[in-house]
């Protein structure tokens, strides 16, 4: 299923153009001393064909492999259908997930939606902002970013990269931008007793799990100190599912 979706993303992603976002310095500066992302709804490259499609073949992926069934899928081409409900709800879902624009914020998804309703529209909605975040990380006004949350779209890192000069890569769950976050801080609750931070790798010393005894949240990461290769999302979120199970096992949440 992780396959299908990343094929999904990667046609749709080649499609969108990179779009022209050129905040000046000082307006970043505020975003950044605030703690918000600087991607706003309206900077977002969608093209509501192309979104629409997506949002579509994602619900149906998500159907073929059983992750929800006929109803939910039904509810959910039934959303999708319709352009004039489409698309406030997209705008609403960001706009309350990301916190861009304070002034913008609504309910994050309709009263009575169905249920996977935020998945489909997380995933329909990544290649655009991987777009928006190619656009922006080259800049160099984003590296002092210090929060745990994702600098271009708000949402939360979902792994993590160590490079070779050891620090810690934080890569975003859903526009995966990178950036450096203490290695030994946990991006969900900040805390940064070490004591209280266990930390643990695979026999191979490839991968690495970050779990927090505070907020009980755990982070992947790749460990680039000795590696051949670079990160590859799809790849080694794949391939640490069994990492996955043993930090749950511990009785930490994803
Ligand atoms: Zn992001
Ligand atoms: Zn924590």
Not at 151 to 174: H, K, Q, S, Y
Not at 241 to 246: G, I, K, M, R, V
């Amino acid at each position: 299923m992780q396959l299908a979706l990343v094929e999904v993303q990667r046609r749709i992603q080649s499609r969108v153009p990179l779009p022209w976002i050129q905040p000046d310095s000082a307006w970043l500066a505020a975003q950044r001393h605030a703690g918000r992302p600087v991607v706003r709804f309206k900077d977002i490259p969608l093209e509501w064909t192309d979104f629409r499609l997506t949002f579509r073949q994602t619900a149906d992926i998500l159907h073929r492999f059983e992750a929800i069934d006929r109803a939910e899928h039904t509810a959910i081409l039934a959303v999708g259908r319709d352009g004039n409900t489409l698309e406030p709800i997209v705008h609403n879902w960001y706009a309350a997930t990301s916190g861009a624009d304070p002034s913008d914020a609504g309910n994050r998804v309709p009263e009575g939606a169905p249920a996977s309703l935020d998945q489909v529209l997380l995933l329909a909605l990544r290649p655009f902002l991987m777009r928006c975040a190619e656009a922006l990380m080259q800049r160099e006004d984003l590296s002092g970013w210090t929060h745990g949350h994702c600098p271009v779209c708000g949402w939360e890192p979902d792994f993590a990269v160590i490079t070779p000069n050891a620090d810690r890569r934080l890569i975003c769950g859903r526009c995966t931008a990178q950036w450096v976050f203490g290695s030994s801080t946990c991006p969900f609750c900040a805390n940064d007793d070490r004591a209280l931070v266990t930390s643990f790798a695979t026999r191979d010393g490839r991968y690495r799990v970050y779990a927090c005894d505070v907020c009980r949240r755990y982070l992947k990461a790749f460990d680039g100190r000795n590696a051949t290769r670079s990160v590859l999302i799809a790849v080694d979120t794949i391939a640490t599912l069994p990492l996955d199970a043993a930090a749950m096992q511990k009785g930490y949440v994803g």
